[in-house]
């Protein structure tokens, strides 16, 4: 059967908050169509969605978005009303150690798709049909060390990392289009903080090899795959010591991206082209994810505190102002919600989505 649903390719769409997006997009009325190479998520994921939403093909493009040719036929293939670009990679310390992998994968990728988006938008066979709307998976970590919170979209922006320079660059190129021809609809994302999991405890955060990133770690340690918590300093200038951070539910980030299409499709003017922070407005510290997660989980969290991590901030979470204001988007979920979610997702699955 053909979907006569508008559809929206997301590159990057098997990943963690690819996935979650593709299922609030069918969720919508739109067709999700997952382009993905699989460098960095896992197959799975394709059949957990099926089992998740079983109406949805959630139809698979596999291969890699820095392959201009392949990937004009599959916008060929598909007539898009709208794409979410995810596809790159996203850890800020392997960034510092390998930039010119975030260079090429996370700057060339975008180049790639904007490259086919423009040729196949000038071809006179595509007539005066609109070139599909453009959702960029950006970060919170443009701002850099903000010198207070919460932080607004017109705080000043710099990269402290290859990670943070990458989406920084690909920002300003967004915007040298948007000046350059009125054709472009794009919508630039700020995420804070992504944890937590679907609520089926079906498809979630699967990092390779030991966590950077905090929620996955404590994750980890409830379920007895890691011995205990270090925390990376307790003498920063906030209330308890330790780091504050703005996380948000990938649920919460999965509605933010339906938003934004919407809006971008919308037709409004003061929606063609958006950059939003998405965050909850509410800082938390390592503390407070700790206390919650053994709360949620029943498991004790043994922990240590170590030396501050090079790189980190004390504190910083996000005036989710303007995604309200333009968007009508805020964050829904609590800390409560999101460690409940994320232990539900560990706990059934203890090595994410490889069943070795
Ligand atoms: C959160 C807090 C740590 C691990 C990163 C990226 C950012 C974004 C989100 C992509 C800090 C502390 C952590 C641990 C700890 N990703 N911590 N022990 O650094 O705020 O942001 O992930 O866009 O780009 O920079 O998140 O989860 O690594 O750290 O004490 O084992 O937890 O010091 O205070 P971060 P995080």
Not at 51 to 76: C, K, N
Not at 256 to 261: D, F, Q, S, T
Request: with cysteine; hydrophobic share 40%; proline share 6%.
């Amino acid at each position: 059967m053909t979907s006569t649903q508008p559809k929206i390719l997301l590159t990057g769409g098997a990943g963690y908050i690819g996935s979650h997006t593709a299922l609030a997009v069918a969720e919508a009325g739109f067709e999700p169509i997952i382009l993905d190479n699989f460098a960095n998520s896992h197959p799975a994921v394709i059949e957990r969605l099926k089992a998740i939403r079983p109406g949805t093909a959630f139809t698979l493009e596999r291969g890699d978005v820095l392959d201009g040719e392949w990937l004009e036929g599959v916008m060929r293939r598909h007539a898009l009303a709208g794409i979410v670009h995810f596809a790159g990679d996203k850890a800020v310390g392997e960034s510092a150690a390998n930039p010119l992998k975030y260079f090429h994968n996370n700057i060339g990728g975008a180049v790639s798709l904007l490259r086919v988006m423009e040729r196949l938008q000038a071809e006179p066979a595509n007539g005066n049909s609109p070139m599909p709307a453009l959702v960029f998976s950006s970060s919170a970590t443009v701002y850099g060390d903000p010198a207070s919170s919460p932080v607004a979209e017109n705080f000043p922006l710099s990269h402290a990392s290859p990670y943070a320079h990458s989406k920084l660059v690909i920002e300003e190129m967004l915007a040298a289009l948007r000046q350059a021809n009125a054709a472009w609809r794009i919508g630039v994302l700020r995420y804070f903080n992504p944890v937590g999991a679907h609520p089926s405890g079906l498809i979630g955060e699967d990092p390779s090899g030991i966590p950077n990133n905090l929620m996955p770690f404590v994750a980890q340690v409830a379920v007895g795959k890691r011995e205990r918590l270090s925390i990376f300093g307790n003498d920063y200038p906030t209330l308890d010591g330790t780091g504050v951070r703005d996380y948000i539910h990938v649920q919460d980030l999965a509605r933010g991206h339906v938003a934004a299409l919407s809006a971008l499709l919308s037709g409004q003017a003061e929606t063609r082209n958006f950059t939003v922070n998405l965050g909850t407005g509410v800082g938390c510290s390592v503390m407070d994810v700790l206390k919650a997660f053994e709360a949620a989980s029943g498991r004790p969290i043994p922990y240590q505190f170590e030396a501050r991590r090079a790189g980190d901030v004390a504190e910083y979470y996000a005036n989710p102002a303007l995604a309200k204001r333009l968007l009508g988007w805020e964050a829904q979920h609590t800390l409560q919600d999101m460690c409940a979610d994320a232990w539900r997702w560990q706990n059934g699955n203890p090595n994410g989505y490889s069943v070795d």
